[in-house]
């Protein structure tokens, strides 16, 4: 049975920073597709960003140069560090991971809730 | 990007009724388009992949069909488990891009 674990959410000062972790079973993180999608509070779905099984990583345009994703593979573990945070981050951050190579996801973790505010 | 669009925001169905949501894409997504359904409190799960390919263990009165820019999830016969928001998902055309969601409540 496959399980994505998220951690690391919390309430930050706007211009702080987060790392939210993944921990997968059943499911190599580095031989796939891995994202992180978030909700801001009753709003829809928003992809953030991708590490591909061959390690180039992509990022949507709402949070480049501020988070960084990445894994390690002896850990099993997916990575966001997000600096800079604003409110507009506000929202839960799912781990997700697709079978195929591809930008769809089988997978998601359960969330973990980001709260930035003062 | 390439912008989803579902229809209508809500559906108001009946158990046992059929709904039939829709998804239009701003551009062709060929048939790389993805349904899921999230309940509240708890992770999406993908119901569908390829437009009309049941993913693993999703029952059989869930359909999708279309390709290019028209898309359609159908659900047969609707249970009480059913009721939840449905939302496409691209991923022909980067940045992957969701639809803003269909809810489909109790009538």
């Known amino acids: 049975e496959v399980q994505l674990l998220e951690s690391g959410g919390g309430l930050i000062l706007p211009g702080g920073s987060l790392r939210l972790s993944c921990a997968a079973s059943g499911f190599t993180v580095g031989n796939n597709y891995m994202s992180w999608v978030r909700q801001a509070p009753g709003k829809g779905l928003e992809w953030v960003s991708i590490?591909?099984?061959?390690?180039?990583?992509y990022y949507a345009d709402s949070v480049k140069g501020r988070f960084t994703i990445s894994r390690d593979n002896s850990k099993n573990a997916l990575y966001l560090q997000m600096n800079s945070l604003r409110a507009e981050d506000t929202a839960v951050y799912y781990c997700a991971g697709g079978k195929s190579s591809s930008w769809y996801w089988d997978y998601w973790g359960q969330g973990t809730l980001v709260t930035v505010s003062s | 990007e390439t912008v989803m669009t579902q229809s209508p925001a809500t559906l108001s169905v009946s158990p046992g009724e059929r709904a039939t949501l829709s998804c239009r894409a701003s551009q062709s997504v060929s048939s790389n388009l993805a349904w899921y359904q999230q309940k509240p409190g708890q992770a999406p799960r993908v119901l569908m992949s390829g437009a009309s390919t049941r993913a693993t263990d999703i029952p059989a009165r869930f359909s999708g069909s279309g390709s290019g820019t028209e898309f359609t999830l159908t659900i047969s016969s609707l249970q009480s488990e059913d009721f939840a928001v449905y939302y496409c998902q691209q991923y022909n055309n980067w940045p992957p891009t969701f639809g803003q969601g269909t809810k489909v409540e109790i009538k």
């Open positions: 590490i591909y099984s061959g390690g180039p990583t």
